[in-house]
């Protein structure tokens, strides 16, 4: 007889950090990442170091990077996400279990993305984010597109002016990253970062990432969706200003700078009251993400039924 598996009790909900308290993330590469208690430890050639698993939204896995059973356990417990990255951060592979034990958020997305006028009323107020003090509200969606389009060409030319770096057009190829030229580069480090940021959030408060409003198709529409909010104050301009330095290696410059960014505007917290704000408009945003830990049965006649419970009457057949 196999002996037991040795395991640590999962976590419980009220020790766990808020999603909009958390760090935005953490790159590691060619180290091995193990579970001590509820922290991990990220051990290299040189030194083990304890990180708080409860308190980081994304652990981005580079190349040379091994990672233990007990520490992804820890990391799904913690509602932290696990991306495994390539040399150039390009794949989203996994993540954690949501922070949410409620699903309000995710059927409210689902309900909206599912009636083409309150899919377009989303829409919309994703765009008016984007345009304060603009009335948008008769506006078709192929005007909002041209008008985003406009607002973020002239973002370009006004960055590249600022810091003194040569602009054409946003050109890339995700199968080779290296075709492109240095600000290009930087761009699409600094969008990475973003996507993974947002993931974590929207994973965190138990919504879909697939069902996108504006984005369409792919499994993480909505993550697009949402890092559109954010790109023109977040992630061009501090591609343009970390190109215009010239650093020996302008992906990791980038991906310092939008951490450090990200944790001083505190993006995460703004992230997550945004994706509420627009999911469930009216309601007060909650001091907690985690909600309560219950199952209901639905009826669609007597509504929501507790689970738990055996429903079988007398005239019911054994």
């Known amino acids: 007889m196999a002996a037991p598996t040795p395991s640590k009790r999962p976590i419980q909900l009220p020790a766990l950090t808020r999603v909009k308290d ?35 939204g994304t652990l981005l896995f580079g190349p040379g990077t091994r990672v233990t ?5 820890l990391l799904a417990d913690s509602g932290a996400t696990a991306v495994w990255v390539g040399e150039n ?3 989203y592979y996994a993540h954690g279990r949501s922070l949410a034990r409620s699903s309000r958020l995710l059927e409210s997305q689902a309900r909206l993305v599912s009636n083409q006028q309150l899919r377009l009323g989303v829409a919309r107020e994703m765009y008016e984010l984007r345009f304060p003090g603009e009335d948008i509200s008769q506006a078709t969606m192929q005007q909002l597109r041209g008008r985003e389009g406009a607002r973020i060409r002239r973002i370009y ?13 946003r050109d890339y190829r995700v199968d080779d990253f290296d075709s492109s030229d240095e600000i290009n580069k930087a761009l699409s480090a600094a969008h990475v970062c973003l996507y993974g940021i947002i993931h974590t959030v929207i994973v965190s408060l138990g919504c879909s990432p697939g ?24 992630t061009i301009p501090i591609a343009f200003q970390v190109t ?16 450090d960014a990200v944790f001083s505007s505190g993006l995460m917290g703004r992230c997550a009251q945004d994706i509420q704000q627009l999911l469930l408009p009216d309601e007060v945003p909650e001091d907690t993400e985690l909600g309560n830990d219950v199952v209901n049965i639905w009826d669609y006649a007597a509504g929501l039924l507790p689970s738990g419970n055996n429903y079988a009457t007398s005239g019911d057949a054994s």
């Open 22 to 56: 958390r760090i935005s993330f953490l790159y590691l590469e060619r180290c091995t990442v193990h579970r001590d208690q509820n922290a991990l430890t990220v051990t290299d050639k040189e030194s083990v170091v304890h990180v708080p698993a409860a308190a980081i």
């Open 69 to 73: 059973h007990q520490a992804m356990s």
């Open 89 to 91: 951060g390009v794949r």
């Open 157 to 169: 030319r006004e960055q590249s002016e600022k810091w003194k770096v040569p602009w054409t057009r």
């Open 211 to 234: 069902l996108g409003f504006v984005h369409t198709g792919h499994d993480k529409s909505f993550v697009y969706d949402i890092a559109d909010l954010y790109k023109a104050q977040l």
């Open 244 to 259: 215009a330095s010239e650093p020996a290696d302008v992906t990791a410059g980038v991906r310092h700078a939008v951490r």
